[in-house]
Nanobody, 117 residues
């Protein structure tokens, strides 16, 4: 069965850094598109960063230059390095995998990131 598990969230001061990790079982990150989404209280879920099987990356304008998505195929994990964090980055962050041949979305349970001012 496919499972995605996020980790690495926490509370940090503005300007600090966090590294989120998503570990997969039952599916291979390296042959699919993987993304990080986030949802703040009272807000819609939004795309933060995405990486394709070919290594192409896309970022939301609000995080460009501060966040980096990467993939470790040997460990079957995807990470999100978050630097220069701002209070508006506070949200629950979710790992997402879109299975290319079916278009089916798999989601993790989320990890809380809180940035204090």
């Amino acid at each position: 069965q496919v499972q995605l598990v996020e980790s690495g969230g926490g509370l940090v001061q503005a300007g600090g850094s966090l590294r989120l990790s998503c570990a997969a079982s039952g599916i291979i990150f390296g042959t699919n598109t993987v993304a990080w989404y986030r949802q703040a209280p009272g807000k819609q879920r939004e795309l933060v960063a995405r990486i394709t099987s070919g290594g192409n990356t896309d970022y939301a304008d609000s995080v460009k230059g501060r966040f980096t998505i990467s993939r470790d195929n040997a460990k079957n994990t995807v990470s999100l390095q978050m630097n220069s964090l701002r209070p508006e980055d506070t949200a629950v962050y979710y790992c997402n995998l879109r299975q290319g041949w079916s278009g089916y979305d798999y989601w993790g349970q989320g990890t809380q990131v809180t940035v204090s001012s």
